[in-house]
């Protein structure tokens, strides 16, 4: 079990997201900030909110909904003031919270996208690494306008990522949701409370057989990460003073019903082909198809124990706790895969790299996500992405995310840095953006800039 350097007694939760609708229409009494009139006073509001909501990172993990915070303003997208308060705005972002983590949506509505579309147009002109994006896409509502050009900038920007909103508009049908920091799928007005994960390889070492993994050994790992988390949450609701102080939940833009624990998982490749004794990668996890079925055994144990225990102070997810495929630490190097991912540089065909994720994604109701990385002749190729994106989303892949490998801004594990920001800092030069020290650890060590290279035609 790792804490993520958590420690023993978080004094807020992990992930914050707030409920921004309240800010637009009521503004903050705290900030002494009143309902923004004008884009320009959004922008403003929104940048001063942002710098007081706390997080795991001390940056705020989810800026809000883009397309519903600048709704009010999207006819007047055609004024040459829109774009520069947009780009300055995006900028602001990009150079005082610096760190990859922190995490925007887009979509999915049909209505009310021209300010979207621009700010696609700046992220790919102005070439950010942050913030994160995600398109929330649902085939039967999101225009495909809309879905063309945030495919068109996700292969020059590696951003945005598709969500299946269909997939997890029907499990939060109780609260909207967000995505949050790498691909965290949380409540709207709550969050994650805490995130400790699973190291599944490690846990498959104890184990003398299959069966002794399966009764004794996986269970008292799972047994153990679920006490953790009640002792995180008991301390952070009962101990802390968040939620009896802090202005967030005074003012109402956070509840604490809407919060739940989260269960990080790492490693299923490598425990999977651990116990079936198999040493080649190659002969493995995403070749194997007793390892796939292993590993959809496993997560369902998982997933049944994880179930049964009753969580505390999440009422809104039934008392539950939620998987979360954790997407890695610059340390793990390359003994735990992220979540339930095939490992780098052993990936699969495209189309049977698709179909063994989407089986095991249902699992993880809190997030899971795989990165695809293409070669240069899909750049005309847009409208075919988009039907592989759709197909993956029917068959039950929660999470689809790509990037060009001619790209300098890339995704690495869930987060974007830059290549340009890596090699300053391997030469010793300073690098703005926190998430560049991991990017240069995950590509070191876990070799997690060097996935397949899928070529159209090809694969």
């Not at 649902?138 to 068109?152: E, G, K, R």
């Not at 508009?169 to 969050?191: F, M, T």
């Not at 269970?219 to 802090?246: A, G, H, M, T, W």
């Not at 890695?328 to 390359?334: N, P």
Request: glycine content about 6%; proline content about 4%; aromatic content about 10%.
């Amino acid at each position: 079990v790792c804490d993520l350097n958590e420690g023993y007694a978080p004094y807020r939760p992990r992930y914050i997201l707030p409920d921004y609708d309240i800010l637009m229409k009521k503004g903050c009494k705290f900030l002494e900030l009143e309902p923004a009139k004008t884009l320009l006073e959004a922008c403003n509001n929104l940048l001063i909110f942002y710098k007081h909501l706390p997080s795991i990172t001390s940056y705020p993990v989810y800026l809000g909904n883009f397309t519903d915070l600048f709704m009010p303003w999207d006819d007047e997208v055609s004024n040459p003031q829109t774009k520069e308060i947009l780009k300055l705005f995006l900028k602001h972002i990009d150079k005082t919270l610096c760190d990859s983590f922190v995490h925007a949506n887009i979509g999915p509505k049909s209505f009310f996208i021209l300010n979207v579309l621009l700010i696609l147009n700046l992220t790919k002109e102005m070439q950010l690494a942050i913030p994160n994006i995600t398109l929330l896409y649902d085939d039967d509502i999101t225009p495909h306008d809309l879905a063309i050009a945030s495919i068109d900038t996700m292969l020059y920007t590696s951003k945005p990522s598709f969500a299946n909103h269909k997939m997890y508009s029907k499990e939060h049908k109780n609260n909207p949701y967000g995505i949050a920091s790498c691909y965290n799928a949380l409540n709207i007005g709550g969050g994650g409370y805490t995130l400790p994960r699973l190291r599944l390889y490690e846990i498959s070492t104890e184990a003398k057989s299959l069966d002794d993994f399966m009764d004794n050994v996986l269970p008292k790992y799972v047994k153990l990460i679920l006490e953790n988390i009640d002792q995180r949450i008991k301390f952070i609701v009962e101990e802390s003073s968040f939620f009896k102080s802090n202005f967030l939940v005074k003012e109402g833009f956070v509840q604490r019903e809407k919060f739940t624990g989260m269960v990080g998982i790492v490693g299923v490749a490598e425990c999977t082909n651990n116990l079936l004794g198999i040493k080649d990668k190659a002969l493995g996890f995403g070749h194997n198809e007793k390892a796939e079925a292993l590993a959809a055994k496993i997560l369902a144990k998982i997933e049944e124990m994880v179930n049964n225990h009753k969580g505390l102070y999440c009422s809104l997810c039934d008392n539950k706790y939620q998987m979360h495929a954790q997407v890695g630490i610059d340390t793990d190097g390359t003994d735990d895969a992220p979540g339930c991912r095939i490992p780098v540089g052993y990936e699969p065909e495209l189309y049977k790299h698709l179909m063994i994720e989407s089986k095991l994604h249902k699992y993880f109701p809190c997030g899971v996500g795989d990165i695809f990385k293409f070669d240069q002749t899909w750049l005309n190729s847009r409208d075919a992405i988009l039907d592989i994106i759709k197909g993956a989303f029917n068959s039950g892949l929660r999470y689809f995310t790509a990037y060009n490998q001619d790209n300098d801004v890339v995704r690495v594990t869930g987060y974007l840095v830059k290549k340009s920001e890596i090699d300053k800092l391997t030469h010793g030069e300073q690098s703005i953006n926190n998430c560049t020290i991991f990017g240069k650890g995950a590509k070191e060590r876990g070799h997690a800039l060097e996935r397949k290279v899928y070529g159209k035609g090809t694969n």
